[in-house]
């Protein structure tokens, strides 16, 4: 271009690239949305879209459903108790977060799951039901949270596929710190948690496949619960590194059951297990039980048989017995372990 317009256009150019590169900053340099004291999680999880992080501050009296994929929710010193008003449960009970896809409630049918939401760093405490649940979820990721007080589990998973519960506390649960169920697909990753004060640190039941391992399972009435009949089977999953101990606490199982106590393992009807490198330490009933002893391999409720279980490697010592099974089952291998008693003996 010649003439007196030169000039005046590459003003204009600059201008314009100027403004194009602010822009590009701009969104590049957009922050999550962060929801304060006082502010709504759920207004906040309602506007999102998937891959927004959403960072949460101070208390919340709320409880929050996400049915989005992609979504994380970062606490920062966050804690989430149960509201003021009671709202009706959309999860099978109140929940304090609750990542669910499209799930007949009826059936457990999936229709469309709820997919990759991650929540970290919250404390959630004292709801009737639950603390976290994946409710018709994949791909969800529950990492470094602490939840506490919880009617019935702390964190749980049900229909879902893919959880991962990752580095968390959970304590003083109605039933279960960690549960996973209702679920022939489970693949779930439970690692790197700390659980007691339950009455089951963890429990799978109706659910097959995953791994447990390096978490710390103390202080519960049981440890680890694996338990067919009630309705599908169980197992299938790898069981390594953990600490499992001083799970003495004597709690009631039901009307007309005895109460649980002293049990660190409990493979009941499970089948397909691999329980290697676990350390199972002191385990001792503190009352009268059906059944005790640092690893248990019995009957599931309505008669299946424990099938195909490895249980070696392990230190299972000063419970009563380090090992115990009924002598059910076929394919079980429950040899090489250091420990001193058993019932039936020779198992040591």
């Known amino acids: ?20 590169l602010t822009g590009v900053a701009y969104a590049q340099t957009q922050g999550p949305v962060v929801v304060g004291p006082g502010e709504s999680i759920q207004r906040a999880v ?5 891959g927004d992080t959403i960072v949460v501050r101070g208390t919340h009296r709320e409880a929050v459903v996400i049915r989005k994929d992609g979504i994380s929710l970062a606490g920062d010193n966050a804690v989430l108790k149960p509201p003021d008003r009671p709202t009706s449960p959309s999860c099978f009970a109140p929940a304090g977060f609750c990542v669910r896809g499209n799930v007949n409630l009826q059936t457990g049918d999936v229709s469309d799951y709820a997919q990759d939401v991650t929540i970290t760093g919250f404390t959630v405490r004292n709801f009737e039901g639950f603390g976290i649940v994946a409710l018709g979820a994949r791909d969800a990721t529950f990492a470094r949270n602490r939840t506490f007080n919880n009617g019935e589990y702390g964190i749980t998973s049900f229909t879902s596929t893919g959880t991962r519960v990752l580095f968390n506390v959970t304590g003083r649960s109605g039933e279960a710190g960690i549960y996973i169920g209702d679920s022939p697909r489970a693949n779930a990753r439970v690692v790197g948690n700390e659980t007691y004060g339950n009455l089951f640190g963890i429990f799978v039941r109706n659910a097959l496949g995953g791994s447990i391992g390096a978490n710390s399972v103390h202080n519960n009435c049981m440890g680890m619960m694996f338990l067919a009949d009630a309705p599908g ?14 799970n003495t606490r004597l709690c009631p199982a039901g009307e007309e059951a005895p109460p649980i106590s002293g049990v660190g393992i409990g493979l009941l009807g499970a089948r397909g297990m691999d329980i290697q490198a676990n350390n199972i330490f002191d385990n001792v009933p503190s009352g009268p039980t059906a059944f005790r002893g640092g690893v248990v391999v019995v009957r599931g409720l309505e008669g299946t048989a424990p099938e195909n279980n490895v249980v070696r490697g ?5 419970n009563r017995p380090d090992i115990f099974w009924d002598k059910s089952g076929s394919g079980n ?13 020779g198992l040591c």
Not at 1 to 20: D, E, I, N
Not at 233 to 246: I, Q, T, Y
Not at 314 to 318: C, D, G, H, K, S
């Open 333 to 345: 291998r429950l040899r090489g372990n250091v420990c001193k008693t058993s019932r039936p003996g």
């Open 1 to 20: 271009m010649r003439g007196p317009f030169r000039p005046l256009f590459a003003c204009l150019l600059a201008a314009l690239l100027a403004m194009l």
């Open 314 to 318: 392990n230190e299972i010592l000063r």
């Open 233 to 246: 089977p169980a197992g299938e999953f790898a069981v390594r590194a953990n600490s499992v101990r001083k």
């Open 46 to 50: 309602d506007a999102a879209k998937r």
